[in-house]
């Protein structure tokens, strides 16, 4: 069945680099996503990588995607305080198939 | 532009209460999802949509309805509410493109 798996915490210092790892089960997986939740807050739409894609950049966001692994992350470049948050990763097969989310990494930010 | 919203945001059940939680778009999206997530496990699926009319069950559906008479509209039913439905649940809208937006939640307690 279809799975989402990443690790529960993170803790990276403040001006570091925070790379959340992802793994899913499902190749035929089209949509690749990435969330983020702050405390008591909905989730907001980071970024996403259609699987025709091994790389996307967006600012200080980069995601890499390893098909033949089924192997996702996520890149924050010089990691804020204002990022520490819950980060999801999520797959959809396609447009109108459900999202399947992991159970989030906490990314915590060391002084 | 207000997205996705969510009615109530805060609620206090009695068991064996029912009640409706409301989800509403403007985005014009087909495509609508609940969710409800509860500590440490992520995002479950409850019921999706994709159009006015059809609804279609989750991984989690039971103990709960939905209806989906327009293309805004997604509300999520409780008939009998139990303490395990105690959670936070999520409702989302999604693009053609694949893009999911979510609302701020409704956090509910069945007590």
């Known amino acids: 069945g279809e799975d989402v798996e990443q690790s529960l915490f993170l803790s990276v210092r403040e001006g570091d680099s925070s790379v959340i790892n992802c793994t899913y089960t499902d190749s035929s997986s089209t949509y690749l996503y990435w969330y983020k939740q702050e405390p008591g807050a909905g989730l907001q739409l980071l970024t996403y990588i259609f699987s025709n894609m091994d790389m996307k950049q967006d600012q200080r966001l980069t995601v890499l995607l390893n098909k033949k692994d089924k192997h996702l992350s996520l890149r924050i470049a010089d990691t804020q305080t204002g990022d520490s948050a819950i980060y999801f990763c999520a797959e959809s097969k396609n447009r109108d198939d459900k999202i399947i989310f992991g159970k989030g990494t906490r990314l915590h930010i060391l002084p | 532009n207000a997205g996705v919203t969510q009615t109530p945001k805060f609620r206090i059940l009695k068991i064996g209460q029912s009640m409706t939680l409301q989800c509403t778009q403007d985005m014009n999206h087909n495509y609508m999802y609940w969710y409800r997530q509860d500590p440490g496990m992520g995002l479950k699926l409850i019921y999706y949509?994709?159009?006015?009319?059809?609804?279609d069950k989750g991984e989690v559906p039971n103990g709960y309805n939905v209806s989906r008479s327009t293309t805004e509209d997604f509300p999520l039913r409780l008939e009998l509410a139990a303490p395990s439905q105690t959670s936070v649940y999520f409702c989302?809208?999604?693009?053609?493109?694949?893009?999911?937006?979510f609302g701020q939640g409704t956090r509910l307690t069945v007590v």
């Open positions: 949509s994709v159009g006015a009319g059809i609804t």
């Open positions: 989302a809208s999604r693009t053609r493109l694949g893009e999911a937006f």
